[in-house]
């Protein structure tokens, strides 16, 4: 079965740092989900992303973040200058179409550490 | 914007007991609704959805009805087995025509044998 894979597993970083987080949607899929789970918290939306540019984005996704699509495969998301409130569980969906009644998949999620 | 209000955890409960997980929503017109559930160490997963009031989904003996009276979309099985250890998550997407998704809090269900 297709799925949605997402590199590094664990990310550690330092305060200040700039991180690039990975994920490879499912093939067919056109659009594209960033998503962050601060620990024991609930799961946020960040951005999605389609035809090469944001779609929507959250007021958490300010001038820190962004996203790219650098090839027909991989969607990037970048922070720079990590802080320590950056920590948490990053997790990538992708969807085969707009319908907000289609099933968003998900991956397994990196996991940034700020220190 | 809409979201959901979900019932606080952790749950726990003794094999083959009955399950429910409280879930009501608030929202403008009757979108989508969603339980995902998140197993140890994995990403979430769609569990089962209502697409329209009064819709009742249904996946791996879990069952969720889209009550419109109530604004409740409350989370239940039967049956539950120690694979059914996980967090659970409501989910409906934040406004009309949106494609993202607002999530509840979760709620933590450990079953033990």
């Known amino acids: 079965e297709p799925e949605v894979t997402q590199t590094p597993s664990h990310q550690v970083t330092q305060m200040g740092q700039e991180v690039i987080l990975r994920c490879v949607p499912i093939s067919n899929h056109l659009y594209f989900y960033w998503y962050r789970q601060i620990l024991g918290q609930k799961v946020e939306f960040l951005v999605s992303?389609?035809?090469?540019?944001?779609?929507?984005k959250s007021e958490i996704f300010d001038d820190q973040f962004s996203v790219e699509r650098p090839d027909g495969s991989n969607f990037t998301l970048k922070i720079r200058s990590t802080k320590l409130e950056d920590s948490a569980m990053y997790f990538c969906a992708s969807s085969e179409n707009r319908n907000s009644a289609e099933e968003q998949y998900f991956g397994p999620g990196t996991r940034l550490t700020v220190t | 914007g809409n979201s959901v209000t979900q019932m606080e955890g952790p749950v726990t409960l003794s094999e083959e007991a009955f399950l429910t997980i409280n879930c009501t929503y608030t929202?403008?017109?009757?979108?989508?609704l969603f339980w995902y559930v998140q197993y140890p160490g994995e990403g979430l997963q769609l569990l089962l959805k209502?697409?329209?009031?009064?819709d009742k989904g249904s996946n791996k003996g879990f069952e969720a009805t889209y009550r419109k009276e109530t604004t409740s979309f409350h989370l239940e099985k039967g049956s539950v087995q120690v694979s059914d250890s996980a967090v659970y998550f409501c989910a409906l997407p934040p406004k009309t025509g949106a494609n993202n998704l607002f999530f509840g809090t979760g709620t933590r269900l450990t079953v033990i044998p």
């Open positions: 209502a697409t329209k009031a009064d």
């Open positions: 992303f389609y035809n090469n540019e944001i779609s929507e």
């Open positions: 929202a403008t017109g009757y979108p989508s």
